[in-house]
């Protein structure tokens, strides 16, 4: 949710478990940690018929889950009519102070911001992508405004937390303009965060894929480069998502396309492997790999390197959204398929 502001930006023991924040808040979350989509819809459908949701933040906290589990099963009408329900984000009814006896010294939106995310993306998936855009737009600019809000009352953990939630954001955002080739928006975006020396190694690597994609190859190596400085100086400024070993895999993988563009398949293939050595479960260097080995005629071994992911890590190999900006990257599952075709295997058992 909106943070409240309380009188310290540091959280607080108030609370004993998952359970004392909303009803039966820590099995719903295990139901999400597992994938059980459906039956988290069934419970929040049982819990509201027999009432035993008695607080607003509860009925927020349900129809959250609820609108999650709805899109991961494809069900986007459903959810976007489920968050249709609330209407506006910024009623009084959303908001703690609203509710004093309830909420005593806490001010600020209960609308969680997961909410506000799948709020803008529901309209990309609905085909309405203007109005994701638009949808994206606002809420970068409610982000931006809660980032001055926490600044002027130093809580810099809070500062943290909104700046994450920015990166991530604008990373959807370029995501959507990089769709439809819109290069010029996504280095306007890049650029724009670079400038007020807000650096992430991932949108700076994006900016690089960018300048790719438009013919810049020496301004990508320098965007690269810029990177594995970032990783040998130690630099990561906090607001980033990844660990130290994504961070090295992401410096290889930069070095894979540079690789890649020149088509120098053979060093491509050993920077890949060196982030599969470093985590098993990265799909984009499995991918990458598979396709340079194809490239170099080795359609047995990009077979094999396909199908031990698929039996190794099947939910994650299949995951759609996965591909690098600009270059002929398809799902591990297609390629199989194209791969064995072509070596005149079956392949219907995949």
Not at 216 to 229: H, L, T
Request: charged share 30%.
């Amino acid at each position: 949710m909106d943070e409240p502001t309380p009188a310290t930006d540091r959280p607080t023991n108030q609370f004993g478990s998952l359970n004392n924040l909303a009803h039966e808040l820590a099995s719903l979350e295990d139901l999400a940690i597992r994938g059980s989509w459906r039956s988290i819809i069934d419970k929040v459908s049982r819990t509201r018929s027999l009432n035993l949701l008695t607080s607003p933040h509860d009925h927020l906290i349900y129809l959250s889950y609820n609108v999650l589990a709805l899109s991961k099963l494809s069900r986007f009408a459903d959810a976007s009519s489920e968050i249709d329900t609330l209407d506006d984000f910024n009623s009084h009814y959303y908001k703690y102070e609203t509710y004093p006896q309830l909420y005593p010294n806490r001010s600020g939106s209960m609308i969680p911001f997961s909410l506000r995310f799948i709020h803008a993306q529901l309209p990309m998936k609905l085909e309405n992508r203007q109005e994701g855009l638009d949808r994206f737009y606002l809420l970068l600019k409610f982000i931006r405004e809660k980032i001055k809000e926490k600044e002027s009352d130093n809580l810099h953990d809070s500062v943290k937390t909104w700046k994450r939630r920015e990166n991530f954001v604008l990373n959807c955002l370029i995501g959507h303009h990089l769709g439809d080739k819109e290069f010029n928006v996504c280095l306007d975006l890049i650029k724009d965060l670079i400038n007020r020396d807000y650096l992430d190694p991932v949108l700076v690597s994006k900016l690089g894929c960018i300048q790719m994609q438009i013919g810049d190859i020496e301004g990508a190596k320098v965007s690269f480069n810029r990177v594995e400085m970032m990783l040998n100086e130690g630099k990561n400024d906090g607001y980033s998502f990844l660990s130290e070993v994504q961070f090295r895999n992401l410096v290889n993988r930069n070095k894979a396309l540079v690789y890649l563009v020149g088509k120098d398949y053979v060093s491509a293939v050993r920077e890949y492997e060196e982030c599969i050595e470093r985590d098993h479960t990265d799909v984009v260097a499995i991918n990458n790999k598979a396709l340079c080995l194809m490239y170099l005629r080795d359609l047995s071994d990009s077979i094999k390197v396909l199908e031990k992911a698929l039996e190794r890590i099947p939910t994650i190999a299949l995951d759609e959204t996965l591909f690098v900006p600009g270059f002929e990257v398809r799902l591990i599952a297609e390629i199989v398929q194209v791969l064995i075709s072509k070596d005149g295997r079956d392949f219907a058992r995949l």
